[in-house]
């Protein structure tokens, strides 16, 4: 489903037992200099990764200094992000001229350590090709590197490398515990584009050989993920970038089944079962 961008005021965009993406929570916090924003999620881990600027956090009395060291968009630096537990009281005060700061979550009932990571701890993944149209880049911010740190939630940055070009193909779901060959694990995305007037479409193909949905996607767009296969494309000319968070129903690692259409074509796009792995 989509949610076209809009003011959320700093409230959830998607919320706590959110009826089409339960295991997930998802806000924007847009801050200027010296504010402060409070929150606390009961039954969510979550994690504060800023889009742009840079914000002090607090958490249960463990401060995490000089957060975010991004300028003008998501293009401007790499990542960072402060892991927060679930039920855990946070604040992020702003530091810069203005900030602009992703939460994720991820529905998970045990209390971990708080814990930061830094740019130097993002575990980078790029794979695809030109040939195939699939070249892009990810930026695990909590990935493989902090599994045993982390109940259910991953948060990654996806970004096209080159213009124009397709994300999540070949095809693939994760709507159903079926292990080994499937976890469910709900996924939304956060969607940015350079230059900022780009956009692109998100498909949601319920069933294989079935019709399914289109979503027109802009810079600022959001979209839930409740099932079925879900590929993404970005039009020529443009760069495209998305947030991107999962949150798994019975463990963390996710398992994605492939659509038996196009399944074969993981054979044909280089790297694509390192980053599979990743997943993790």
């Not at 993944?125 to 699939?134: C, E, M």
């Not at 070009?165 to 779901?173: A, I, Q, R, V």
Request: aromatic letters at 10%; proline letters at 6%.
């Amino acid at each position: 489903m989509h949610i076209p961008p809009y003011d959320n005021q700093n409230a959830a965009i998607v919320d706590a037992d959110d009826a089409r993406v339960p295991l997930n929570y998802f806000n924007i916090v847009k801050l200027t200099k010296g504010q402060a924003f409070d929150y606390q999620v009961p039954g969510y881990e979550t994690c504060i990764v800023p889009a742009t600027g840079t914000v002090d956090v607090a958490v249960e009395g463990v401060s995490f200094s000089s957060l975010g060291n991004r300028g003008v968009d998501v293009w401007d630096g790499e990542p960072e992000g402060v892991y927060i537990p679930s039920g855990a009281k946070a604040r992020m005060v702003c530091v810069s001229d203005a900030a602009e700061v992703f939460v994720a979550g991820a529905k998970y009932d045990t209390v971990l350590e708080p814990f930061d990571v830094r740019a130097d701890g993002i575990d980078l993944v790029q794979y695809g090709s030109d040939d195939t149209k699939t070249h892009r880049k990810i930026k695990h911010i909590l990935g493989q590197k902090q599994h045993d740190k982390v109940g259910r939630l991953l948060v990654s940055e996806l970004y096209t490398v080159g213009q124009g070009g397709w994300s999540g193909f070949p095809s693939h779901k994760h709507d159903t515990d079926r292990l080994p060959d499937e976890t469910r694990h709900d996924e939304t995305y956060n969607f940015r584009f350079r230059p900022n007037h780009g956009s692109g479409l998100q498909m949601l193909q319920r069933e294989d050989n079935r019709p399914g949905d289109a979503y027109h996607i802009v810079d600022g767009s959001t979209i839930v993920i409740d099932n079925g296969y879900h590929p993404c494309c970005v039009l020529p000319g443009y760069e495209m970038y998305y947030f991107t968070i999962l949150g798994g129903l019975s463990q963390r690692s996710l398992v994605q089944y492939f659509q038996p259409t196009h399944a074969y074509q993981v054979e044909t796009i280089p790297g694509i079962k390192d980053m599979v792995a990743k997943f993790k």
